[in-house]
């Protein structure tokens, strides 16, 4: 009998330990197809893959198997939403050994993340990142230009870097218009950062489309329960993943595909995700 408990044991233990490596290393591809009336037409299809949160996170030798899911998706432009870096453990080699992997399949756009604003080498990382071939919109636009149509995608860095001043939301208002007002009226207007439950804030600023991470889905996102818990909303959060819409704006809310913190290791049914967004101008 206590040879058959050992065995039983013994393979349980091998069944958690398998299933825990797999809710931390199983990459899932999630797609979405958005439609907006006012999209141009020459932006129909147009395909954007979403990361964000790697936290120093390594997908295989070279990041391959990341990159490898980026490039089967052949998408138009990739965009990350910080905390790329991790502050407890200072490495930018996982990170720029993806970004130099993924230069050749489409223009990147990047925002920061707290972790990023953590640590003192921040301004020499984000020189190697504009290096590598990553556009920083660290409260930047960039264009994109076909046939005399736009798409602008706005960035504005994470207010970690403030501190803690106060009145951050006028601070993060003022920087919001400001990026703003760099933005052509005409072009469809993207915005990138990194906090999802400030959607009311961005929302104020008339975006179409935004991107976010930082809440890692909840972390634990347990049946009957849903997620747990995300930083700056607490417990059993609602921005933490998917498409949600306020008004006529969309957010697109990364679970990420890294994890930080001695609290946050583990990701319980909530898989690193890749995510695909397909504009498309209905007929």
């Given amino acids: 009998m206590e040879i058959l408990l050992y065995i039983f044991a013994s393979i349980a233990g091998i069944a958690l330990v398998g299933f825990l490596y797999t809710q931390n290393k199983d990459l899932v591809v999630s797609r979405h197809r958005l439609s907006f009336e ?15 949160d790697l936290h120093n996170k390594r997908f295989g030798a070279r990041q391959a198997r990341l990159i490898e899911a980026v490039r089967k998706v052949k998408p138009d432009i990739i965009v990350i939403t910080g905390d790329i870096v991790d502050y407890l453990l200072y490495r930018p080699e996982p990170t720029l050994k993806l970004v130099r992997g993924l ?3 489409a223009p990147i756009y990047y925002v920061s993340g707290n972790h990023e604003w953590a640590r003192p080498e921040y301004p020499a990382f984000k020189e190697q990142l504009i290096e590598s071939g990553v556009h ?23 207010y970690a870097r403030y501190g803690n001043q106060p009145d951050i939301k006028k601070i993060l ?6 990026v703003r007002d760099q933005v052509d009226e005409r072009a469809f207007k993207i915005l990138l950062v990194h906090r999802p439950e400030l959607l009311r804030e961005y929302v104020e600023h008339h975006f179409n489309l935004i991107f976010a991470g930082h809440a890692h889905g909840g972390q634990w996102n347990l049946p009957g329960l849903g997620p747990i818990y995300a930083p700056g909303q607490g417990l059993f959060p609602r921005l933490v993943s998917g498409i949600h819409r306020r008004h006529n704006v969309r957010i697109v809310i990364s679970r990420g595909i890294g994890n930080s913190g001695i609290l946050a290791f583990q990701r319980l049914f909530n898989k690193p995700e890749v995510i695909v967004v397909i504009l498309n101008k209905p007929l």
Avoid: C, Q, W
Avoid at 173 to 178: A, C, P, S, Y
């Fill in 38 to 52: 006012y999209l141009p037409k020459e932006f129909d299809e147009f395909k954007i893959v979403h990361l964000s």
């Fill in 103 to 105: 230069r050749d399949v």
């Fill in 136 to 158: 920083v919109l660290d409260n930047r636009v960039a264009v994109i230009d076909r046939g005399g149509k736009m798409l602008a995608i706005a960035g504005i860095d994470d």
């Fill in 173 to 178: 208002h003022r920087t919001l218009t400001e």
